[in-house]
């Protein structure tokens, strides 16, 4: 069977360039889908399960690292994890942290003979595969949890926040931060959920976090940290996924597969 | 509070320099008279004076130009040290010069004349030393001073080149015209045309003070072209300036940051992409220019009109225009858009 790909590049003049560069590259290769943003390669790629896919470090919405991740979650189990390479203009913190985890990347403008050399890797990969791809799964999750953990400059440590502030009509709402539940990302807001209640807060949770006393408030998915003696319990549902049974509230928190390392039986 | 104790140490060895200075010219006056007792004298009333004013200035709130007490202060401190340096010092000196018979064979020689003398010495030398010190420590503050306005004209220099020949700005334009060269070598020139404008333009724009609005509108339009290639149908533009606002003469490249705001904080994060409309139009004696995206707006930056860009347009309006010229920034849910007024009659 002839190995596919998909293409996710923002910018439709790169997309068809990669395209052209890689049909002389690797002419069997066959290009399923080519997306223009990171929602849309997450939908794709499970639409198609390609073999390969391109990512785009830069698009907009979804990021090609968070991409990646939120793909790995929501990936089905029975098939093979496919082959990732990121594509970027400039971005140096990201090319170090690649280096680092060994992790296939390819710089614009794309260079003939650089292309070359990732394609034989991508060859050798896929001939190597597993088709059942759960070992490979879990290592492009290592991968990728510490990429994105590296994806600037080390943030100067922050003072821990001790109380939430949250704007109500015309008053402010001081919610003590150990009384916080969870937070959870909602489109233009940060949900703050207590044991009886919740308050919106504008600060992103990208901001909100490095605030946050890590050993207490776990990040369980891209958009949701959940403080960790407020857990009752884990359970692992058929299709291998975990979700959190929490102390005072009802609802259950879904694990992002990049978070599952966290929670293990000790 | 920090004390710069070398500092200190400086001044202490010069003013006893100085002190050595005046007890050898007085010596020179009256060279019958032994050498040791004014060397005594002036190297101990000396002594206390600079103890008095410079270990008390630590004491007291210092002006940041000078490094010493403001306007009364600066001058009861002088005073006090003084005085204090010739009570205290001639007493003393006498002391010392008693005790070790330093006064020659026939004992101190002091008649109303040498008192007047002594003390006009010391007033004169007080007043010249510690002028001297407040006059040094000045210059200094103003050659940093200096030294500091220069480093900040570099640092914005510096700053405003690299977020217009931003690096990733840079790759992804030459990567487009890289693909460009081999489906359609038309726009591969034209778009080159555009890249050789923009970057004389930004190379260009810390030695053209002004240019006319017109040559300003043709900047933003070679860079939205540029950026148009690369977005593709993610990206309209409109630019719109009336014929008889084409000369107006406007600072180089003003325009630029809010048009490179637009596209980065505003339509490249969304992913439907969206509008951007630049005008230029009368209004009551002055002049609007409008930026407006149909962009993501301040959400996730949330640099609220703060940001390098804005703040360096501010900077330049005011160094112009003072309060008549002004920048409005707003941005909602429905994109941002950013509003300069300057003055008709420059």
């Not at chain 1, 913190?93 to 070359?116: G, I, T």
């Not at chain 2, 210092?62 to 306007?71: D, I, K, L």
Request: with cysteine; charged share 20%.
């Amino acid at each position: 069977m002839k190995p596919t790909a998909l293409i996710a590049e923002d910018e439709p003049l790169l997309a068809q360039a990669l395209r052209a560069e890689l049909a002389a590259a690797w002419p069997e290769l066959e290009v399923a889908a080519i997306v223009g943003d990171g929602a849309a390669a997450v939908r794709g790629a499970l639409a198609h399960r390609p073999d390969v896919l391109f990512f785009d470090i830069r698009m907009p919405g979804l990021g090609g690292l968070e991409a990646a991740a939120e793909l790995a979650d929501a990936w089905p189990q029975e098939t093979a994890f496919p082959a990732l390479v990121f594509v970027t203009a400039y971005d140096q913190y990201a090319l170090q942290a690649f280096e680092a985890q060994a992790v296939d990347y390819v710089l614009k403008p794309v260079q003939p003979a650089r292309l070359r050399k990732t394609v034989d890797k991508l060859r050798a990969a896929l001939a190597a595969r597993q088709p059942q791809g759960g070992a490979a799964l879990e290592a492009t999750l290592g991968q990728l949890r510490h990429l994105l953990q590296a994806g600037g400059p080390a943030a100067a440590p922050q003072p821990l926040l001790k109380v939430i502030q949250a704007g109500v009509g015309t008053t402010i709402r001081m919610v003590p931060i150990e009384d916080v539940v969870y937070f959870e990302a909602a489109d233009k807001y940060v949900r703050v959920v207590t044991d009886d209640g919740e308050v919106l807060v504008r600060t992103p949770l990208k901001e909100l976090l490095p605030q946050l006393d890590a050993q207490l408030f776990w990040q369980v998915h891209r958009g949701t940290v959940v403080r960790s003696t407020a857990i009752e319990s884990v359970q692992r549902d058929e299709a291998g996924k975990l979700h959190l049974v929490l102390r005072a509230r009802r609802e259950r928190i879904a694990v992002s597969r990049l978070y599952a390392h966290l929670f293990r039986a000790m | 509070m920090t004390v710069d104790w070398v500092a200190k140490l400086r001044n202490l060895l010069q003013t006893l320099a100085f002190c050595l200075a005046v007890a050898t010219l007085q010596y020179g006056f009256v060279p019958e008279r032994p050498y040791a007792p004014p060397v005594v004298y002036s190297i101990l009333i000396g002594t206390i004076t600079w103890a008095v004013i410079d270990i008390g200035r630590v004491f007291l709130r210092s002006a940041r130009e000078t490094g010493w007490p403001a306007g009364w202060r600066g001058i009861a401190l002088v005073a006090t040290g003084i005085a204090t340096g010739w009570l205290v010092g001639t007493t003393t000196a006498d002391l010392v010069c008693r005790t070790f018979q330093l006064y020659g064979p026939w004992g101190r020689m002091h008649s109303g004349a040498d008192l007047r003398a002594d003390i006009l010495i010391t007033l004169i030398a007080g007043s010249i030393g510690s002028y001297w010190f407040y006059a040094r420590n000045k210059s200094e503050y103003l050659a940093r001073r200096m030294r500091e306005a220069e480093g900040h004209a570099n640092d914005a220099r510096l700053k405003l080149l690299e977020t217009q020949l931003e690096p990733h700005m840079m790759f992804n334009t030459l990567a487009n015209l890289r693909a460009l060269i081999g489906v359609d070598p038309v726009r591969a020139q034209q778009m080159l045309d555009h890249m050789i404008a923009y970057l004389r333009a930004t190379l260009d724009a810390s030695r053209a003070a002004s240019h006319p609005l017109r040559v300003e509108f043709e900047r933003l339009h070679d860079y939205l072209e540029l950026m148009a290639i690369r977005m593709g149908p993610r990206l309209a533009y409109t630019l719109e300036l009336p014929d008889d606002l084409a000369e107006l003469p406007v600072p180089a490249l003003l325009l630029q940051p809010l048009v490179e705001n637009s596209i980065k904080h505003g339509l490249e994060p969304k992913v439907e992409g969206g509008r951007i409309e630049v005008r230029a139009r009368r209004e009551a004696g002055s002049v609007v220019i409008e930026v407006r995206d149909s962009g993501v707006g301040a959400n996730g930056q949330g640099s609220g009109g703060q940001g390098f860009g804005l703040v360096q347009i501010r900077e330049r309006l005011a160094a112009l225009h003072g309060a008549r010229a002004s920048l409005d920034f707003s941005a909602d849910t429905g994109g941002a858009q950013a509003r300069i007024a300057l003055p008709l009659a420059a």
